[in-house]
């Protein structure tokens, strides 16, 4: 149960991470037609999941479990396709056809 606890814990602060440290997917779409914005967006998108991933070797040092890094790792392999996603659909529309689900990720 412990284990479980500390996993949900780490998806929640590796979101909370991203939250502060980059905009959101419907953002970036809106800004990512710009290479030079886009790159940004990646760029913060890497940092925040660093810094994420300090939090979760953290907890899984102070707890002696993986599950928070196992936790992280997931969010961070999401979030990169969801950014990427927003990133393309802004390449391939010029940002102004943004919100739109028709592409796939």
């Given at each position: 149960m412990q284990a479980a606890?500390?996993?949900?814990?780490s998806l929640g602060s590796a979101f909370e991470v991203l939250s502060a440290m980059n905009s959101?997917?419907?953002?970036?779409?809106n800004v990512g037609a710009d290479?030079?914005?886009a790159?940004?967006?990646m760029k913060y998108t890497?940092?925040?999941?660093g810094m994420a991933g300090c939090i979760g070797a953290g907890a899984?040092?102070?707890?002696?479990?993986?599950?928070?890094?196992?936790?992280?790792?997931?969010?961070s392999i999401v979030m990169i396709v969801v950014y990427r996603h927003a990133i393309r659909?802004?390449?391939?529309?010029?940002?102004?056809?943004?919100?739109?689900m028709s592409r796939p990720a």
């Open positions: 606890g500390l996993f949900l814990m959101s997917p419907w953002t970036i779409e290479p030079r914005k790159a940004s967006a890497y940092l925040g999941l899984a040092l102070l707890t002696g479990t993986i599950w928070p890094l196992i936790g992280v790792a997931l969010v659909n802004a390449q391939e529309t010029g940002g102004q056809d943004f919100g739109s």
